[in-house]
């Protein structure tokens, strides 16, 4: 009984578990860490929608199990909202599903369509669900760098070309979490016809849809594409939009087929989310919007506080386009140690917590990411830390290598040993 399980040994150490545990240990010294490692959003969630909450709750009757697709009136919402924001027609019984979250639909989606030794092309760096959720239902993955540079149609059919089988399904993410790029209508014009062209299912993460900033444009859905339902599933969160990640709601949409399957196998596991959150759920969708804008600006404030007061620091953070996360190389002078030992050092001397790069996959490691979830003051007090850090850059750096025995490969001397 010493083997261990089939699907566990798929799964690498988890990286964020890392840092999570040396957060919970300067935590217990009575250090105060300003925590920027995770994508909680910390606003509390619009009046309107917990007093639905409360009101519904207060009903016997919605205290039994509720369905597993959801409550009617909420797929009619999401229906609604589609047909409102992205002017897609959707048939809320056939085409949506609710779900406990945009994770686990993508995990369940996995599961359905999935047969062991498939292979799905999945962008990296990205959300882990996103190639994780398939591994555990026995798929092979390709991954897709998302290097801002690179061109993502010539490595998705170089990814093609040298895969076998040939891959069922592509994944994508716009606005990405972690990356914060995001995509254009004509971008996903292009998609639809690869995926057509290669006979693929698309699945698409569309849970930072309200999340954007600088009054742009908002992000368009893939499904606003002709021919996309054909072949298109599309995930949404309530989670960021209002600010309601503890609420555990999403949504997929789509194709017939695929959401059938998803159906089918979500039958299986679970009776839906308690009815009083999906009433609540439908009021959110529903409006007043007043509250998305007030969140979308907070976030806003956010990101531009933390990118002027880093830069005073001396780290130069890229203002992201939209979603709640900012995508950083690491500083020039700890670039070498890779995202997991900078991350390390800087929640070590700075008690500022950040997510490494290389937990979104193996070309994220040159990259940290920060959420936008603590305050405007929380943040100016994080760069005043790591002004001192970046001040004591050398010292650190050399007491790392005196206390990890490693000879750290400074660039200077990269350099100067190839001259």
Not at 102 to 126: C, H, M, R, Y
Not at 187 to 215: G, N, P, Q, T, W
Not at 244 to 255: H, I
Not at 297 to 308: F, I
Request: proline share 8%.
């Amino acid at each position: 009984m010493s083997e261990e399980f089939h699907r566990i040994k798929r799964l690498p150490p988890y990286v964020f578990e890392v840092v999570n545990k040396l957060k919970a240990e300067a935590r217990a010294q009575g250090r105060d860490i300003i925590d920027f490692g995770m994508g909680n959003p910390d606003m509390p969630t619009p009046p309107h929608i917990v007093e639905k909450l409360v009101e519904t709750v207060r009903d016997p009757r919605t205290h039994r199990y509720s369905s597993s697709r959801g409550i009617p009136g909420l797929r009619r919402a999401q229906a609604a909202y589609y047909k409102r924001r992205f002017g897609v027609t959707l048939d809320p019984e056939s085409q949506i599903i609710a779900t406990l979250g945009s994770k686990e639909g993508l995990a369940n989606l996995a599961q359905a369509i999935t047969a062991p030794g498939d292979v799905i092309l999945v962008p990296n760096p990205s959300y882990p669900i996103h190639a994780f959720g398939f591994i555990i239902s026995g798929a092979v993955i390709r991954n897709i760098p998302m290097d801002v540079e690179g061109d993502f149609f010539a490595s998705a059919e170089r990814a093609v070309r040298h895969s076998v089988p040939k891959p069922i399904a592509l994944v994508i993410n716009y606005p990405s979490n972690p990356t914060a790029q995001v995509a254009s209508l004509d971008f996903y014009k292009e998609v639809v016809a690869f995926c057509a062209r290669h006979d693929m299912y698309l699945i698409s993460d569309l849970a930072y849809a309200e999340i954007y900033f600088d009054d742009a444009t908002p992000p368009p859905s893939v499904l606003e594409v002709p021919g996309a339902m054909e072949r298109t599933v599309e995930f949404t969160s309530l989670s960021k939009t209002f600010s309601m990640p503890g609420w555990r709601m999403g949504f997929a949409v789509g194709n017939e087929k695929l959401i059938g399957a998803l159906g089918r196998v979500k039958s299986y596991l679970d009776y839906g989310a308690f009815t009083p959150v999906q009433v609540a759920a439908a009021a959110a969708l529903n409006g007043p919007w007043e509250c998305v804008e007030e969140i979308r600006k907070t976030y806003e404030t956010r990101r531009d506080v933390l990118v002027e007061s880093m830069s005073r620091a001396g780290w130069d953070i890229p203002a992201p386009p939209a979603t709640m996360f900012a995508w950083s190389p690491i500083p020039e002078k700890f670039a070498h140690l890779g995202s997991l030992a900078f991350t390390t050092l800087l929640l070590q001397h700075a008690d500022v917590a950040v997510a490494p790069g290389i937990g979104f996959g193996e070309y994220g490691d040159g990259h940290v990411r920060l959420g936008l979830v603590e305050n405007e003051q929380r943040i100016r007090q994080a760069a005043r830390s790591v002004k001192k850090f970046m001040q004591n850059a050398d010292r650190i750096l050399a007491d790392y290598e005196a206390e990890s025995g490693k000879v750290v490969d400074h660039p200077s001397a990269t350099r100067a040993g190839r001259s």
